[in-house]
């Protein structure tokens, strides 16, 4: 049973000076109040959603004082007003919350994850996990590199910027979501040293940042990564065209032409060892087959990018990579 529970002033509702929250029921029969914030919503919900709540209800005895507007007061006394406001909205408001077509802030997933296993809301954790396993998914053709830093990312259900990596991997650790960590760190490799060394701070306050183990495994993988994005693009520093390339010297004269663009605009860019090729087509001017032999070369590099992530960020005693997938009856 959670260390909250209901608590009642000295006979006089006027003592209580709470500033009213975003959500509030004037029909509520219940009063949640957190960081001198106050929530006036319906025990029923509450009892209906978290079986935290729903314990605390069956073993409370309130009395007829210590009332605001003539409800009982439950002060959430170790939980943010933020926290409180998103897990309450999420009870009345459940689209927004629960529809994976509309992008939310990695904060209110975060929120929804920790207050869910806090309080027991099943639906709540079970779908901030479905968001974050959607947007650093466990299969390579599922993953996007422009879902990441404010990109398009068709399947994003996440805005996400690669410094809630950091955040992403302390909740993977605490609530055993293992298989989150290989694309966390893949992501915290892009971090400046700034960002690796001191971590972050969210909306809420929360201060995220990573332990000097898990910051070794992002240098020291980072430089392997550098490596794969080299490899990635050894086709034009090889100009090896393809065997059934129909315009040899054409093609051939395009890679030579290109390896300084190449090397002054894509190597130095962030470290991305797991970006598809949709850029070969806009920056080479090669034939279909060098096109389609170069995509091929690309994909098999990329997968193998892919496949090793846990090996390169030392994490084969964690997590199984790639994932075996779950068959279903």
Same mark, same amino acid.
């Given at each position: 049973?959670?260390?909250?529970?209901?608590?009642?002033?000295?006979?006089?509702?006027?003592?209580?000076? *709470?500033?009213?929250?975003?959500?509030?029921? $004037? $029909?509520?029969? &219940?009063?949640?109040? =957190?960081?001198?914030?106050?929530?006036?919503?319906?025990?029923?919900?509450?009892?209906?959603?978290?079986?935290?709540?729903?314990? #605390?209800?069956?073993? =409370?005895?309130?009395?007829?004082?210590?009332?605001?507007?003539?409800?009982?007061?439950?002060?959430?006394?170790?939980?943010?007003?933020?926290?409180?406001?998103?897990?309450?909205?999420?009870? *009345?408001?459940?689209?927004?919350?629960?529809?994976?077509?509309?992008?939310?802030?990695?904060?209110?997933?975060?929120? #929804?994850?920790?207050?869910?296993?806090?309080?027991?809301?099943?639906?709540?954790?079970?779908?901030?996990?479905?968001?974050?396993?959607?947007?650093?998914?466990?299969?390579?053709?599922?993953?996007?590199?422009?879902?990441?830093?404010?990109?398009?990312?068709? %399947?994003?259900?996440?805005?996400?910027?690669?410094?809630?990596?950091?955040?992403?991997?302390?909740?993977?650790?605490?609530?055993?979501? *293992?298989? !989150? /960590?290989?694309?966390?760190?893949?992501?915290?490799?892009?971090?400046?040293?700034?960002? /690796?060394?001191?971590? *972050?701070?969210?909306?809420?306050?929360?201060?995220?940042?990573?332990?000097?183990?898990?910051?070794?495994?992002?240098?020291?993988?980072?430089?392997?990564?550098?490596?794969?994005?080299?490899? !990635?693009?050894?086709?034009?520093?090889?100009? =090896?065209?393809?065997?059934?390339?129909?315009?040899?010297? %054409?093609?051939?004269?395009?890679?030579?032409?290109?390896?300084?663009?190449?090397?002054?605009? !894509?190597?130095?860019?962030? &470290?991305?060892?797991?970006?598809?090729?949709?850029?070969?087509?806009?920056?080479?001017?090669?034939?279909?087959?060098?096109?389609?032999?170069?995509?091929?070369?690309?994909?098999?590099?990329?997968?193998?990018?892919?496949?090793? !992530?846990?090996?390169?960020?030392?994490?084969?005693?964690?997590?199984?990579?790639?994932?075996?997938?779950?068959?279903?009856?």
């Amino acid at each position: 049973m959670s260390s909250e529970g209901l608590n009642h002033g000295q006979n006089d509702e006027v003592e209580h000076h *709470y500033i009213r929250g975003d959500v509030w029921f $004037d $029909d509520g029969n &219940v009063v949640l109040v =957190a960081e001198g914030h106050s929530f006036r919503v319906h025990r029923g919900m509450l009892i209906r959603k978290s079986l935290v709540f729903a314990d #605390m209800f069956a073993m =409370a005895h309130p009395r007829d004082d210590g009332l605001v507007e003539g409800c009982p007061i439950i002060p959430l006394f170790d939980t943010s007003k933020w926290d409180v406001a998103h897990m309450l909205s999420a009870f *009345y408001d459940p689209e927004r919350y629960f529809d994976t077509g509309v992008r939310i802030s990695f904060d209110i997933v975060s929120s #929804m994850l920790r207050m869910g296993h806090k309080y027991q809301i099943a639906s709540i954790k079970d779908h901030a996990i479905r968001r974050l396993r959607l947007h650093l998914p466990p299969r390579l053709q599922d993953f996007s590199e422009s879902a990441c830093d404010g990109g398009p990312g068709e %399947k994003s259900a996440i805005d996400f910027r690669s410094r809630h990596a950091i955040a992403v991997i302390s909740l993977a650790r605490r609530f055993e979501l *293992y298989d !989150l /960590l290989p694309l966390s760190f893949y992501f915290c490799s892009r971090l400046n040293p700034q960002q /690796l060394a001191g971590g *972050y701070t969210d909306e809420e306050g929360i201060h995220w940042s990573l332990s000097d183990e898990d910051r070794t495994r992002c240098l020291v993988g980072r430089d392997t990564i550098r490596g794969q994005c080299t490899n !990635l693009y050894s086709f034009v520093f090889e100009g =090896a065209v393809s065997p059934e390339c129909s315009k040899v010297g %054409k093609c051939r004269a395009e890679l030579v032409a290109s390896r300084t663009v190449t090397f002054i605009q !894509l190597l130095p860019r962030d &470290v991305r060892a797991l970006d598809d090729c949709k850029w070969l087509r806009e920056e080479f001017q090669l034939c279909e087959d060098c096109l389609e032999h170069f995509e091929s070369l690309h994909f098999e590099e990329r997968k193998r990018n892919w496949d090793t !992530l846990a090996v390169t960020f030392d994490l084969v005693d964690v997590v199984e990579w790639p994932p075996v997938p779950v068959l279903t009856p």
